[in-house]
């Protein structure tokens, strides 16, 4: 059963800045099922259910956590439509004590798709924007895409941006035809200088590009990194080690659910040598300042 309580941050364990709506209410999968098959056999999850955003939200709650969900919009490059933003948003506003939506507009759909970004802040309360630019096809310089940008900045919302290898493709001859060239976070660079005053956030540990990826969050005031995508095992020591010093206000915990579980990301992170002091910043009040929800 859900609930219209709001969500309370200081009541929460942690928040998960990265979840993915990956089947919708219709029962569409986001990705084709070749490169949907692939993703699975990558993150070894063969076989199971997707979780509906009700059971997500389920989910959550009883882990007495908070998570960003979004859809990925890339029917220009795979021909696939996504989940609806507007039924992310829904379960969101169904369960706002939980959940935390963005939407994903493909940077091809152009004027129409900066037109939707305005109205899904404006009527659906969306707190961010998810680019995938591997799959979407497009760096993220592309001038193509700064009138979403743009839309993002003014309205205070966050560009998420997926960066490094990505299982999607993986093992598919030609990888389904996704490049990786277009995850270099280096490419975030000019955008965040472009856009001084935009949140962005870099997703995934950024392999085969950590080292850039730390020194555009290091060196751009409006990047931060999440944590997702990978077991905190895995994690390069250079990533670790900024954690713990001087990105220790700009880290976020995110899962990668349902390919990763939180429970198994926060049991391997609980292994780490992070510093008594910066576990919470990571876990929640990092996120809580950046999307808005304390001061």
Do not use: C
Not at 24 to 47: I, M, P
Request: hydrophobic fraction near 40%.
């Amino acid at each position: 059963m859900t609930t219209a309580r709001p969500l309370a941050p200081e009541e929460l364990t942690a928040i998960d800045v990265h979840t993915h709506a990956e089947v919708s209410a219709r029962g569409n999968a986001s990705l084709s099922a070749e490169l949907d098959t692939a993703s699975e056999a990558y993150f070894k999850v063969e076989g199971k259910r997707k979780p509906t955003l009700p059971e997500m939200a389920a989910y959550y709650r009883e882990r007495n956590m908070a998570a960003v969900v979004f859809t990925v919009d890339a029917e220009h490059a795979t021909g696939t439509p996504p989940v609806p933003n507007e039924e992310v948003a829904e379960a969101a506003a169904a369960n706002p004590d939980v959940l935390i939506p963005f939407a994903s507009i493909d940077p091809f759909r152009g004027k129409a798709g900066i037109r939707q970004a305005r109205r899904l802040v404006e009527e659906y309360g969306v707190r961010g924007f998810k680019f995938h630019p591997s799959i979407q096809g497009f760096y993220p310089d592309d001038r193509m895409a700064y009138g979403l940008y743009e839309v993002i900045e003014e309205t205070g919302t966050v560009a998420l941006f997926h960066t490094g290898q990505t299982g999607i493709g993986a093992g598919v001859p030609g990888g389904g035809g996704i490049r990786l060239k277009y995850s270099n976070p280096m490419r975030v660079d000019d955008v965040a200088v472009d856009f001084p005053h935009l949140k962005i956030i870099l997703a995934h540990p950024s392999f085969p590009w950590q080292d850039e990826a730390l020194a555009v969050a290091t060196h751009k005031p409006g990047v931060h990194i999440d944590l997702s995508g990978w077991s905190p095992k895995y994690f390069p020591p250079q990533l670790v080690q900024y954690a713990n010093s001087l990105l220790q206000e700009k880290v976020l915990f995110g899962s990668d659910y349902p390919v990763l579980t939180p429970d198994r990301w926060l049991a391997d992170f609980e292994k780490l040598p992070i510093k008594d002091s910066v576990r919470p910043k990571i876990l929640k009040d990092n996120a809580a300042r950046l999307l808005g929800l304390t001061s």
